[in-house]
């Protein structure tokens, strides 16, 4: 048997009411809110793209490497890796990696799409190019960067529009999360 549009209301309510009580009686927790997710590398890298190399050829979170062989090709190239941009210019191709607080992690990212980059469709015909590694970051410790330098690749600092606010969102957090 259906429920009448007012029955639902009515137990709508109805329920919403005693979580309201329960929650107020210490019985059970208010549930807990769903952080939004911001891509703060994203604006980082568009940013910095849009600032230097606006002109020339640029791409936006590409997938690198060769297409999956299989009988579903479309389900494997999830597994696929994503470069953050890649910027063509006329003596070489520019591989970028945005981090706001860059990690020696970025190290073997940026390794591994330079590997990927000449097996790419979309740039085949680029593959006789030399590639550059950039990595594009706001912040970077000392170690990090000779790191990074030692694997031959380029840091550059650039603070987005959004610098501060992460700066201070990232304060915040730790700042909850050690007490």
Known sequence: M????????VLSELSKSVV?????????SQPRQKR??????????????????????HWFREEVGPLPQGENPMLYAKTRRWADA??????KTLLIEGKMKAEPSVIGQLLNY??????????????EIPIEMQLVCAK??????????????????????????????ITKRKGSSSS
């Open 20 to 28: 309201a009580e329960l929650i107020t009686a210490g019985m059970i």
């Open 114 to 127: 330079r590997n990927l980059l000449p097996q790419t469709p979309l740039f085949y015909k680029y593959r």
């Open 36 to 57: 939004k997710r911001v891509d703060w590398e994203r604006l980082l890298v568009y940013e910095y793209v849009q600032t230097y190399y606006l002109d020339v050829p």
């Open 140 to 169: 970077i410790d000392e170690d990090t960067e000779e790191l990074v330098k030692q694997a031959g690749i380029n840091v550059i600092i650039f603070k987005p529009s959004n610098y501060d606010t992460w700066e201070e969102v």
């Open 2 to 9: 259906a429920m009448s549009n007012v029955n639902a209301d």
């Open 86 to 91: 890649i910027v063509h210019l006329p003596d």
